[in-house]
């Protein structure tokens, strides 16, 4: 079993910035990457960044530029470092882990204002 617990979303204004991170605790040794997704009302589920034990990122085409996805092995944590948030990033955002099954976090909500 893994557990994820997502923290850090919030309310900012469009230009603004937010970390958010995922604490992953559990069984984790057999996970390969960490992802961040978001889903906004309405809307389906979508990738946003994913981060490979061995360190390699990949970005959605919307946030390459504006956000960085990190890990601290030691930690156990990944970190979603967000800047120039604009209002389309308006979602709630979650922590994904694949091993034999998805995990998921609970989500937390980030909302860019105008």
């Known amino acids: 079993q893994v557990q994820l617990v997502e923290s850090g979303g919030g309310l900012v204004q469009a230009g603004g910035s937010l970390r958010l991170s995922c604490a992953v605790s559990?069984?984790?040794?057999?996970?390969?990457?960490i992802n961040w997704y978001r889903q906004a009302p309405g809307q389906q589920r979508v990738l946003v960044a994913t981060i490979t034990s061995g360190g390699v990122t990949n970005y959605a085409d919307s946030v390459k530029g504006r956000f960085t996805i990190s890990r601290d092995n030691a930690k156990n944590t990944v970190t979603l470092q967000m800047s120039s948030l604009k209002p389309e990033d308006t979602a709630v955002y979650y922590c994904?882990?694949?091993?034999?099954?998805?995990?998921w976090g609970q989500g937390t909500q980030v909302t860019v204002s105008s």
């Open positions: 994904n882990a694949y091993m034999i099954r998805d995990y």
């Open positions: 559990g069984s984790s040794l057999g996970i390969n990457a």
